[in-house]
């Protein structure tokens, strides 16, 4: 079965949105409040996301040590594609209040130190399709292992007037 996809998207007039800092809590307690069971982000925009907090906690509360019964046992789960292996702050990503885990999206060509480095952090992963990840099947197997019944696709989009 394949999930119900909604899909968000933010769009910034002229390709500038640096001109405010964002509220990343509120726009996520907003982004929760859709009751999906998964919400979908590319490796791209995490990164994107996490300059905004290298070297503080402003915006996204963290905390670390914190043990994996004490997450949220509610909430959707953060999807994150990265066949690349980019992503290197699963600590922080797991351990945010506006979903219960995080988990990646990665394909036969992410670098296997990168999967090991998953599996050393505890990080669960869907391994799918060859160069990138194959998102039907990803969508699928989302289902038959986590109840995957909607999931919310978190997208931005960049307009020049």
Same mark, same amino acid.
């Given at each position: 079965?394949?999930?119900?996809? $909604?899909i +968000?998207?933010?769009?910034?007039?002229?390709?500038?949105?640096?001109?405010?800092?964002?509220?990343v809590? %509120?726009?996520?307690? $907003? /982004?929760?409040?859709c +009751? $999906?069971?998964? =919400? !979908?982000?590319?490796?791209?925009?995490? !990164?994107?996301?996490?300059?905004?907090?290298?070297?503080?906690?402003?915006?996204l509360?963290?905390?670390?040590?914190?043990e994996?019964?004490?997450?949220?046992? +509610?909430?959707?789960?953060?999807?994150?594609?990265?066949?690349?292996?980019? =992503?290197?702050?699963w600590? !922080?990503?797991?351990?945010?209040p506006y979903?219960r885990? /995080? &988990?990646?999206?990665?394909?036969?060509?992410?670098?296997e130190?990168y &999967? /090991?480095?998953?599996?050393?952090?505890? $990080?669960?992963y =869907?391994?799918?399709?060859?160069?990138d990840?194959?998102?039907?099947?990803?969508?699928?197997?989302? +289902?038959?292992?986590?109840?995957v019944?909607?999931?919310?696709?978190?997208?931005?989009?960049?307009?020049q %007037?």
């Amino acid at each position: 079965m394949l999930p119900r996809v $909604v899909i +968000h998207n933010m769009v910034s007039v002229r390709r500038r949105a640096d001109w405010f800092t964002p509220d990343v809590g %509120l726009y996520y307690e $907003v /982004a929760t409040r859709c +009751h $999906v069971d998964a =919400i !979908l982000s590319g490796s791209e925009t995490m !990164l994107e996301g996490f300059k905004d907090v290298e070297g503080r906690a402003e915006g996204l509360p963290c905390d670390c040590e914190q043990e994996e019964s004490e997450r949220a046992s +509610h909430g959707p789960l953060m999807v994150v594609t990265d066949s690349r292996g980019r =992503i290197r702050q699963w600590a !922080l990503l797991r351990n945010q209040p506006y979903w219960r885990d /995080a &988990l990646a999206l990665v394909s036969a060509a992410t670098p296997e130190e990168y &999967l /090991a480095y998953l599996s050393k952090e505890g $990080v669960e992963y =869907i391994l799918t399709g060859e160069d990138d990840v194959d998102m039907r099947a990803a969508l699928e197997e989302l +289902h038959t292992r986590y109840g995957v019944t909607e999931w919310s696709l978190l997208a931005s989009t960049a307009a020049q %007037l």
